[in-house]
């Protein structure tokens, strides 16, 4: 009877984990709109960035690197950012980043 249970439970426990995964056709679409958002905030010219970094779900945040020129003319300087995504409300805040010895 106990073995019953036991049994019971964990296939209900592997049934609603599957049930409420994402698909990868909404982890594409939510990175997307990530890259998206942080490109067209950065203000760099031809930007390159990362694949996103996803937080676990209690901070609802997914990270973008980004580097890329930024300025114009003879002014232009090489930028390295960091962009903060939140998934829930898709509102974006980036920051300039250097490494250390840098």
């Not at 056709?25 to 067209?40: E, L, R, S, Y």
């Not at 997914?62 to 509102?91: E, F, Q, T």
């Amino acid at each position: 009877m106990m073995k019953r249970m036991v049994l019971s439970a964990a296939v209900a426990v592997c049934v609603c984990h599957a049930a409420s995964a994402s698909s990868d056709g909404a982890w594409n679409a939510m990175f997307a709109k990530a890259n998206g958002t942080c490109i067209g905030q950065s203000g760099l010219n031809t930007p390159e960035a990362s694949a996103p970094v996803v937080f676990n779900d209690a901070t609802g945040k997914v990270a973008v690197l980004l580097r890329g020129r930024s300025g114009r003319g003879n002014s232009k300087a090489d930028v390295n950012l960091i962009c903060l995504y939140d998934k829930k409300s898709g509102k974006a805040s980036i920051a300039e980043y250097r490494w250390l010895g840098n």
